[in-house]
């Protein structure tokens, strides 16, 4: 290597090479993530930035306009993320079963048009599905008639009981596509030898998969896992583009991402408040944390990993 | 004889299956754009019939494009895609290399340190990055926007193409320095060319989710001469909510330009996602 014979010479083209990529990555995305933790320990009186130690925490968990509002954010979130994790991943992982049989014919198409949802953006899917969705339009209500089946039909997005399902349901329609191609790759990196041998002791079919090809799998369903989590705890433009900042009806849809929003920039009557915006970002950052460490140390480190 | 009607039937139900949620996948883009061409009368009264010569109008885009500047939020969108695109490929490139290439003290400690950003979302920080943009000027330019996104994008680009670059053979590299080659031409022009088709994973992985992005555009450039295409379609399709025509419009002509890009880079997205550079 030429590093030990240039040794006595400061190697600067090491920091020319790292340089642009850590100042731009510091400066943009991580003094403001700390920057903004800070800021939740201050407040504005008199256009003056006062610091306040946790205060505003204590404002966020311990008046009740702030606290309701936060903790049915919170309840929303977990729901959306429940239904992400029990509706979104089975589904990937079924088709990504099915696609990866050798001999199935077609396969390439299936998956680039099953992928199509997750190319296009929140405001196209969320307009979209209003539209679709609407009693003026009478898509949804049309269809159902078809089937017989017209009296469940129900203006889904303007009831708070089904709203914030339904708007589960169409960010899972929309993402469907990242788990089926990761699982998919899972699935095509396991060797043929394992397969055939389970085939020799007349393992097929179903049962393959369950018994050998799932467990094999896991780690990958972990970390869909964990991305399904951070996406859904810092979603917001799905439920922006439906239902707008007030995450309506009722804020029956309001979740961490809209409602850190509305504080942070304001809307309609109320005045935006960054510093409890940054409040609320820092709860959602701590959110975040505790999951991502609790994949980190609690799943992943116990999950076995095979290689081949 | 038994066993081969099973595979039959298998096949076949796998078919459906995959049928079935095709059409749940590409129903709601194939209603929209069939509308987009009807009249208003017909498109409330046969919502899921093509537009027959009788129902045939363009009255939906003749609104669009004299209502909305859509030609320069596409603009927009481009600059701030292709910008934001070049600096995560170029900046990634370069970092990846030092860390793949030189053992130096705080090699480990600089990779993990750029690596917490693939877990952490950027927009956590919003306040603190609409602080500092409004302390430098750089809100409502489409400068701020390339900034956040190359930032945003840098972690996993980095980790990336430190894992391809490890790959470069070193006799390579070291045929190079003998020929007396700087590190900067060992970089630029012997590796850079090998890892060309991990840049084109990196970038097209980026490209999607910079160019639908709606939360910055909202907080960071939200002036009507930055728009980006999907904040643009945002606000047009809220003030015309009750001109159906011109927002199906406004929705055909926003799913356009990502269609086309996802069906000139689909291949590589595919093959970026299933080779594993994601793990």
Request: proline fraction near 4%; hydrophobic fraction near 55%.
């Amino acid at each position: 290597m030429s590093d030990q014979q240039s040794r006595p010479k400061f190697r600067w083209h090491i920091i020319v090479f790292l340089a642009p990529a850590v100042l731009v990555y510091t400066a943009v995305m991580i003094y403001p993530l700390f920057n903004t933790l800070r800021l939740s320990l201050f407040t504005e009186v008199d256009q003056e930035r006062v610091f306040v130690g946790l205060q505003n925490f204590q404002t966020l968990f311990g008046e009740t306009v702030w606290s309701s509002q936060f903790w049915n954010a919170l309840g929303n979130n977990f729901w959306f993320f429940i239904i992400h994790m029990l509706v979104q991943n089975p589904i990937g992982v079924a088709l990504a079963a099915i696609l990866s049989h050798p001999k199935l014919r077609f396969a390439s198409f299936y998956r680039s048009a099953i992928f199509i949802p997750t190319i296009l953006s929140f405001v196209i899917v969320g307009f979209a599905w209003k539209l679709i969705l609407s009693p003026i339009w009478g898509i949804a209500p049309g269809m159902l008639d078809a089937v017989g089946l017209k009296s469940l039909y129900a203006p889904w997005l303007g009831k708070e009981a089904y709203a914030l399902t339904t708007l589960s349901l169409v960010s899972v329609w929309q993402f469907v596509g990242i788990p089926m191609m990761l699982i998919y790759a899972a699935l095509l990196s396991i060797p043929d030898e394992i397969l055939e041998a389970a085939e020799v002791e007349g393992i097929t079919g179903l049962s393959a998969f369950w018994k050998i090809k799932l467990p094999l799998i896991l780690p990958s369903i972990g970390i869909i896992s964990i991305l399904t989590f951070v996406a859904n705890f810092n979603a917001f433009d799905l439920i922006y583009a439906a239902q707008g900042a007030l995450a309506g009806p009722d804020y029956s849809t309001d979740i961490l991402g809209t409602f850190m929003y509305r504080t942070f920039f304001g809307f309609q009557l109320q005045l935006g408040d960054p510093h409890m915006g940054s409040t609320i970002a820092s709860a959602m950052f701590a959110i975040i944390l505790v999951g991502v460490c609790l994949y980190l140390f609690g799943i992943q480190s116990r999950m076995r990993r095979y290689q081949f | 004889m038994n066993a081969a009607r099973q595979n039959r039937f298998n096949t076949i139900a796998a078919h459906g299956a995959l049928i079935l949620y095709t059409l749940i996948a590409l129903f709601p883009v194939f209603v929209i754009v069939i509308n987009s061409f009807k009249t208003r009368k017909a498109i409330f009264r046969e919502p899921l019939a093509l537009p027959s010569a009788d129902s045939f109008s363009l009255i939906g885009y003749e609104t669009v494009l004299k209502q909305g500047d859509f030609f320069l939020y596409f603009q927009n969108s481009m600059i701030v895609t292709i910008g934001s695109l070049f600096f995560i490929l170029l900046f990634g490139a370069m970092a990846a290399f030092a860390l793949a290439e030189y053992r130096f003290k705080g090699n480990t400690v600089m990779g993990l340190y750029l690596a917490l950003g693939i877990m952490i979302p950027i927009r956590i920080g919003t306040v603190a990055i609409l602080e500092m943009m409004v302390q430098t000027g750089l809100v409502n330019t489409l400068w701020a926007l390339i900034l956040v996104y190359t930032a945003q994008g840098l972690p996993l680009a980095v980790f990336i193409l430190s894992e391809f670059m490890r790959q470069v053979s070193d006799d390579l590299k070291n045929a190079g320095r003998i020929d007396g080659l700087s590190e900067y031409r060992i970089f630029f022009s012997l590796v850079l060319p090998l890892v060309r088709p991990a840049m084109a994973t990196v970038a097209v992985f980026n490209m999607i989710p910079i160019w639908n992005d709606l939360w910055f555009p909202l907080i960071l450039a939200p002036a009507e001469e930055v728009k980006t295409l999907t904040l643009g379609s945002q606000v047009f399709i809220g003030q015309f909510v009750t001109d159906w025509n011109a927002v199906l419009s406004a929705l055909s002509l926003a799913i356009l330009p990502v269609m086309t890009l996802y069906v000139i880079f689909s291949r590589q997205l595919i093959r970026g996602i299933t080779s594993g550079a994601v793990k």
